[in-house]
């Protein structure tokens, strides 16, 4: 019996937040049934605990994966963001465990770019104040401050897959489009890259956020920038709730500065839906207020489970890393008719020779390699011919676990 490579129904996979059915029926259709799903995400000690055993976790934006949680998890191999935002994983962590992390780069990006698009009209038309006081028995019919969004100039802070979405879909409206980027970006019809972030501010009447969450986006948006935005003009942020000072934005709506907001992440977020949302923006009426459902369409998630579940199942597979966001990047065929050895090492000279020396030494006919590393981790793929029911692969395995500098191997099923 083999002992290091387990059969498919003992790998375990632990999915939270609700991730869709979609995912868990790509695993089983890859003889994968150790599945537990669970409908929230779990605090860090419950983390530590669940992990314990579990060989692949899927998460979404609200578990937050830490040095501790992956020091827990000795038998993680992967982790799959069934998002965009990888920010809740410490990516350096989990590749100093020799942990590979996936997301979906663009499954809900239409999602949230509609959304948004939507929350314009119903921001420039004041609806949030007129509905809210309707439903307090209220009847404001008045056009005073309510806007078509044609010709009005919407400032775009991130021009990445949803900023440029947002982009092209404004521009049917008849709204003029600017953008600020920290890179160079191919322009989308008649949108305009501007030169500083002041200068989008004071330019937009409507100001919306695409950016990721990074050391330089954290509270990029406070009273000093608001302060620089139109009178009267709106905000919306479905990037990341770090993003923008929410005491600020409130003091700037209650003030009548900012026409309105919508907001779509913040900076604390329930863990699941059971939970009391709590916010300095709660009671605000000019204020559109969402559960961070900018991505939560039935599409959007649909196909971010086939998607990530895809790629753990490629790397639990064939060990194949392609668009892995901590990792290098392998490509690999299947293995048929040869076992799989996967090694991944601190990068250091000699690791492949040391791989090697074992392989030579015990007479191994080596049918495939691959390496690719970057600055921290090489990572090694091996195919070996070895006879049927032959438990060489294990201790080839047990081997190059005991060269100085491995972080993990494992042979595939
Ligand atoms: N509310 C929700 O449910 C969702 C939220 N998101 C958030 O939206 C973010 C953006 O998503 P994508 O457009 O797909 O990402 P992307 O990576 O395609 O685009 C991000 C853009 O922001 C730019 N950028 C980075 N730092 C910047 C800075 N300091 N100033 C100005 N621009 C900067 C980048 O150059 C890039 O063009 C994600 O990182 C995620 O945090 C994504 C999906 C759903
Ligand atoms: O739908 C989710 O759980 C998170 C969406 C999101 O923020 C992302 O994709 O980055």
Not at 173 to 200: P, W
Request: glycine content about 8%; some cysteine; charged content about 20%.
């Amino acid at each position: 019996m083999s002992l290091v490579s387990l059969d498919k129904d003992r790998i375990k996979i632990l999915l939270l937040e609700g991730v869709h059915n979609s995912a868990i029926e790509v695993l089983k259709q890859h003889g994968y049934s150790n599945i537990t799903a669970l409908k929230t995400s779990l605090n860090e000690d419950e983390l530590c605990e669940a992990v314990k055993d579990v060989h692949f976790i899927g998460i979404r934006s609200r578990t937050q994966l830490n040095a501790r949680v992956f020091k827990a998890a000795d038998k993680l191999a992967a982790v799959g963001c069934f998002c965009i935002g990888t920010n809740q994983v410490d990516l350096d962590a989990a590749r100093e465990h020799g942990v590979v992390v996936f997301n979906a780069p663009f499954s809900n990006t239409r999602s949230v770019a509609e959304l948004v698009l939507a929350e314009i009209i119903m921001l420039l038309r004041r609806i949030p104040q007129k509905n809210a006081a309707a439903h307090r028995g209220g009847w404001d019919k008045a056009a005073k401050g309510s806007f078509e969004a044609r010709g009005k100039v919407l400032g775009i802070i991130g021009y990445g897959h949803i900023g440029s979405q947002l982009s092209i879909l404004a521009e049917q409206l008849g709204m003029q489009v600017r953008y600020y980027d920290i890179e160079t970006k191919l322009s989308l019809g008649n949108a305009l890259q501007v030169r500083s972030l002041d200068e989008l501010l004071a330019q937009s009447d409507v100001v919306t956020l695409h950016v990721p969450e990074t050391p330089q986006t954290q509270w990029m948006i406070g009273a000093k920038q608001l302060a620089k935005m139109k009178p009267e003009a709106v905000l919306i942020n479905a990037s990341r709730g770090t993003v923008v000072a929410i005491d600020a934005l409130a003091e700037a709506l209650k003030s009548g500065q900012l026409s309105g907001a919508a907001i779509d992440v913040f900076p604390v977020e329930p863990k699941g839906n059971d939970d009391v949302f709590e916010s300095p923006l709660r009671g605000i009426d000019n204020c559109i207020l969402t559960p961070h459902i900018g991505g939560s369409t039935e599409e959007a998630q649909e196909n971010i489970g086939i998607e990530v579940a895809g790629k753990l199942v490629r790397y639990s597979d064939n060990g194949s890393t392609l668009s892995a966001v901590n990792f290098p990047e392998v490509a690999l065929p299947t293995h048929a008719g040869s076992r799989r050895l996967l090694h991944i090492h601190h990068n250091r000279p000699g690791m492949l020779t040391r791989i090697n020396q074992i392989l030579a030494e015990q007479n191994i006919n080596v049918s495939g390699q691959y390496l690719q590393t970057d600055s921290q981790v090489g990572y090694v793929v091996i195919d070996i011919e070895t006879p049927p029911k032959s438990t060489i692969a294990d201790d080839l395995l047990i081997e190059m676990r005991a060269i100085d500098g491995t972080i993990k191997a494992r042979v595939l099923y």
